[in-house]
């Protein structure tokens, strides 16, 4: 039974870096048929892809545009985990986040998600 | 940007609904990856419909995807109480990044 618990906090500071991990449980963040994601939601955007990482004998990133500039997505091997790191936020980056795994196919799992709020 | 879905639709018991999903040839009509997503207030997205219309084990046989041109469509036959929430459509839109749709409120009368 896989499992992705999120942690981080649930409140940042205008222009300030949010960070939250997903930590993976029966499965591997590594494995090679899998892709992790980074969701978001909003009142006023829905759901919003934000980007994956995914490992294919080498490890590959993929970004949606609106946030290109400002996201990182990484792996952590030796934990089993990945991380989001949104750069510079702002009010309108206020949203419940989550992490997934392969959004498209019937293989999917998500994360419980974390409200986070950015104000000062 | 963001497929197009109705605000809301409504039913009632055991009635069929069907909630559009209309994107363009660079996404929704260009592939056969749409996903349907069922979500009760302050829960995660729950996968109904991957593939334009495979159903993952353990969902109803009441919901059923399609898709025409730039449009993919679910249905829910045989609508219960509990089909009550928010669908959300995703698909895959090119060079490889998803995109979400702007959700529909379900509501059963």
């Known amino acids: 039974q896989v499992q992705l618990q999120q942690s981080g906090p649930g409140l940042v500071k205008p222009s300030q870096t949010l960070s939250l991990t997903c930590a993976i449980s029966g499965d591997s963040v590594s494995r090679n048929s899998a892709a992790w994601n980074w969701i978001r939601q909003s009142p006023s955007r829905g759901l919003e892809w934000l980007g994956r990482?995914?490992?294919?004998?080498?490890?590959?990133?993929d970004y949606a545009v609106s946030v290109k500039s400002r996201i990182t997505i990484n792996p952590d091997t030796s934990k089993n985990q990945f991380s989001l790191q949104l750069n510079s936020v702002t009010p309108e980056d206020t949203a419940v986040y989550y992490c997934a795994r392969d959004i498209l196919n019937g293989d999917t799992e998500w994360g419980q998600g974390t409200l986070v709020t950015v104000s000062s | 940007s963001a497929l197009t879905q109705p605000a809301s639709v409504s039913g009632s018991p055991g009635q069929s609904i069907t909630i559009s999903c209309t994107g363009t040839s660079s996404d929704v009509g260009g592939y056969n990856l749409v996903s349907w997503y069922q979500q009760h207030p302050g829960k995660a997205p729950k996968l109904m419909i991957y593939e334009g219309s495979k159903r993952p084990s353990g969902v109803s046989n009441r919901f059923s995807g399609s898709k025409s041109g730039n449009t993919a469509s679910l249905t829910i036959s045989g609508l219960q109480a509990e089909d009550e929430a928010d669908y959300h459509c995703c698909s895959y839109a090119g060079s490889d990044t998803y995109v979400f749709g702007t959700g529909t409120k379900v509501t059963v009368l």
């Open positions: 990482t995914y490992y294919r004998s080498k490890w590959y990133n």
